[in-house]
Nanobody, 119 residues
Framework: QVQLVESGGGLVQPGGSLRLSCAAS????????MGWYRQAPGKQHDLVAV???????KYADSVKGRFTISRDNARNTLYLQMNSLKPEDTAVYYC?????????????WGQGTQVTVSS
């Protein structure tokens, strides 16, 4: 089992910055990927950014050049630095970990943190 706790959301003006954190605990091994997803009201759950096991990074086109995903292995913490925020970035942001167990991939999710971009 992996437990994930997000923090760092809040209200910010357009053009501002926020940094989200996701602290992981529990049986942290055989991690296939760690990433951030978001869900805006009335919209689907979308990938924002992900770090795959080999270190490969992937970003949604809408956040490229503005958001940076990083991982501190010593602290088992995942970060999302969000700069130049836009109102369309408003959503609940979720941390996700995919863990390999034999031939299965287990999905773990945090509770979500609200990000609101508004003047």
């Amino acid at each position: 089992q992996v437990q994930l706790v997000e923090s760092g959301g809040g209200l910010v003006q357009p053009g501002g910055s926020l940094r989200l954190s996701c602290a992981a605990s529990g049986s942290i091994f055989s991690i296939y990927s760690m990433g951030w997803y978001r869900q805006a009201p009335g919209k689907q759950h979308d990938l924002v950014a992900v770090i795959r096991g080999g270190g490969t990074l992937k970003y949604a086109d809408s956040v490229k050049g503005r958001f940076t995903i990083s991982r501190d292995n010593a602290r088992n913490t995942l970060y999302l630095q969000m700069n130049s925020l836009k109102p369309e970035d408003t959503a609940v942001y979720y941390c996700n970990v995919m863990q390999a167990e034999g031939t299965k991939i287990l999905n773990y999710w945090g509770q979500g943190t609200q990000v609101t971009v508004s003047s």
